[in-house]
């Protein structure tokens, strides 16, 4: 059968045959094992129901290893034979374009060069999975491949649900993911219900099928980095070291970013599979494995002032106390090992080998959660001395502050706050995500890097003509998007789909979208995907993270994340997603997707300028709210915008009433 051929049958009447463990593939590590002996009976009743009766008998006991070895079933026989890649839309089975674009973007997030465990179907984060097993891709991409514009597939966790009747504006497919009781959504209760099938961890874009590899937080990485630094000198970064650990999926954006910012980078990382990856596609420049090394190397290059990216592999706790004994000074610091999952792969243990904290952590699980708590306590007591002598470091968002402390390091400033700030209180919040910028982004479903490219001119030509009249408040965010879409082919920064990341607030990303549909109206390039990272505005309540800069007590409220994807739902989008989960960790935080076809026509025209001001806008009024000036400078220009918008606007208490 044809590629087309095998998407139109979804799971097999007839079993394939089984598929070998790949060793050769990056694989998730060995889940716990959590269930008794009646609830992995219940996860072998649950898995059996994608297959006919006549089948149970045989995938029993292949199902029933799988559940023993790996602690999750991940149905590897199922797998296709075909090759995982974003194909053109024009090579996919669809009835509606729309859900072939969504086929597209699926494949895109499971693609080898993208995903980091592909064949467990996790794209980032050590457990951001795009589905739960095999069956579930098979069916969603038949259901999408046959569906019409008027139904609606939806996915809870993972799992299709069914088509169900609807309208040409409603979204095509709605995604849950991880949608627990609150009482039942602590770390264990993850490890719990996902063995048993039921539930899955999205991360952000995984489960919302938009990420679009390490580019996706790149963008972001690099105004981190430049703010960063203009916060501890005026001169730039040339010659300034920034130390930071992980090279997965999303932090494997770190060196790359690192060198746009022009300062010199050492990312450690345990991994060598991961080190290597990030290697080949050029994202890091150099690999070194001896401490001794790197630090001879780290001297060099701050003398020269080079801009130059670095690879150790080994534990970052290595890194942060031999720099401490080595005298070499760190001007930035951060982490982005995946501290939101810390007990099953996110973060590793200083003094074990990759492959005995893999064995420690599926074994052994409690002693494996003593060991990575002596090695946070190890990190922060390094840390701490390197700030002591001037470091700027700050947390990534990753839950480093949060596990420190539950691990008894010396991390707090007092009882309710810590000594470091998380990026968004310090950078991200104030000086973008209140202003309504954000990671938006988009992907040519015609595959072609020439449309791409004409893509990034038109995003240019907006910019530029929008920075002419942008008020003072703004127009630093403004040169810093034009110097990064400018610089954007350059940086070779496409993995897998070809595919933009840009921060731009509601007025650009509706300008730039209005253009791109034009140029697709007018037969220039192809369809576009729009997108953006949950990472932003209005999509996401995480107190320790997107909503850290909110201090009037509503940043342990999730209103906002569900009102973004409810209000986005009709208002446009082509699909939706609303998440547990995130970078911060299951049952830290709530966060909503979507995602929208540009087909060149006046519906799309019309869905693109009512959702995007809407998605960029909902963040900006609660943000408002809070009493955070900037986004009440934002929620005034934006009702000087547009007359139908009114937003509830705080009064300001003067203290000294109180």
């Known amino acids: 059968m044809n590629f087309k051929e095998q998407i139109l049958t979804g799971i097999p009447s007839e079993l394939p045959s089984p598929k070998g463990y790949d060793p050769q593939v990056n694989h998730a590590p060995k889940r716990k094992d959590i269930l008794s002996v009646e609830e992995k009976k219940l996860a072998l009743k649950n898995a059996l129901r994608y297959f006919k009766q006549e089948h149970h008998k045989e995938l029993i006991p292949e199902f029933k290893e ?69 069956a579930q891709y098979l069916l969603t991409m038949q259901y999408l491949a046959t569906m019409t514009d008027e139904q609606t597939l939806h996915m809870y966790s993972g799992h299709p649900m069914g088509l169900f009747p609807s309208s040409k504006d409603a979204p095509r497919v709605v ?37 679009i590899g390490p580019q996706g937080i790149v963008h972001g990485t690099t105004i981190t980095i430049l703010n960063a630094g203009r916060k501890i000198a005026k001169d730039g970064l040339a010659g300034k070291l920034f130390v930071s650990a992980g090279l997965g999926g999303m932090s494997g954006a770190q060196p790359k970013a690192g060198n746009i910012a022009g300062c010199i980078s050492v990312v450690a990382e345990v ?42 592999h080994g534990n970052i706790v290595e890194v942060w106390e031999a720099f401490a004994e080595a005298d070499i000074h760190i001007e930035l610091g951060s982490d982005q090992t995946s ?65 420190a402390a539950r691990a008894g390091a010396d991390i707090m400033k007092n009882d309710q706050e810590f000594k470091y700030p998380s990026y968004v209180q310090d ?35 907006v910019l530029e003509e929008m920075r002419k009249t942008a008020p003072e408040e703004i127009q630093q965010q403004m040169a810093d998007n034009i110097q990064w879409i400018k610089g954007a082919a350059e940086n070779k920064l496409v993995v897998g789909s070809q595919a933009r990341i840009l921060y731009a607030d509601a007025e650009g990303r509706i300008k730039i979208a209005t253009a791109f549909n034009k140029a697709v109206k007018e037969g220039k390039i192809g369809s ?29 409220t999730a209103d906002m994340a569900i009102q973004n994807v409810i209000g986005d739902s009709f208002r446009g989008a082509t699909w939706v997603s609303i998440h ?65 918008l009114k937003i509830t606007l705080p009064e300001i208490v003067d203290d000294s009433l109180l």
């Open 580 to 644: 547990n989960g995130g970078g911060v960790g299951w049952g830290e935080v709530m966060n909503g997707g979507f995602g929208m076809l540009l087909d060149g026509s006046e519906e799309a025209q019309q869905r693109l300028e009512n959702m995007l001001f809407y998605d960029v806008n909902n963040g900006i009024a609660r943000r408002s709210w809070a009493r955070n000036n900037e986004a009440i400078f934002a929620a005034k220009r934006a009702m000087s915008h547009n007359p139908n």
């Open 339 to 403: 501290l939101h999952n810390p007990w099953a792969g996110g973060y590793y243990p200083v003094e074990l080998s990759f492959e005995e904290a893999n064995q420690l952590m599926s074994e052994k699980p409690e002693v494996f959660k003593i060991k990575v708590q002596e090695s946070l306590r190890r990190q922060v007591a390094a840390i701490n001395k390197h700030t002591a002598n001037g470091t700027y470091f700050f947390d990534y968002g990753n839950a480093f502050l949060l596990e």
């Open 427 to 461: 950078i991200m919040g104030p000086m973008c995500f209140d202003y309504g910028f954000g990671p938006f982004r988009w992907v040519c479903t015609s595959g072609k890097p020439e449309d791409l490219e004409v893509t990034d001119k038109l995003a240019c030509e």
């Open 175 to 211: 995604v849950t993911n991880g949608m627990m009781i609150p009482n039942y959504s602590k770390p264990d209760d993850w490890e719990k219900y996902n063995a048993l099938g039921v539930t899955q961890y999205g991360q952000m874009t995984a489960g919302s099928y938009m990420y």
């Open 528 to 556: 576009v995907v729009l997108g953006r990272d949950h990472h932003d505005v209005s999509g996401t309540d995480s107190p320790y993270r997107e909503t850290s800069n909110i201090y009037d007590g509503s940043q342990f």
């Open 271 to 312: 991994n060598e599979k991961a080190i290597n990856t990030r290697h080949s596609q050029g994202w890091v420049d150099e690999k070194v494995s001896d401490i001794q090394v790197l630090i001879d190397r780290v001297r060099k290059v701050k003398q020269g002032k080079e801009v130059v990216s670095i690879a150790y």
């Open 66 to 134: 799988e559940l023993e070895t790996y602690g999750r079933i991940y149905m590897y026989r199922f797998r296709p034979d075909y090759d995982m890649y974003a194909r053109p839309l024009n090579e996919y089975p669809f009835q509606s374009e729309q859900a072939g674009a969504i086929m597209l973007m699926i494949q895109n997030n499971l693609n080898p060069a993208v995903a980091q465990h592909p064949h467990e179907l996790i794209t980032y984060g050590g457990n951001g999975a795009v589905f739960q097993n095999w």
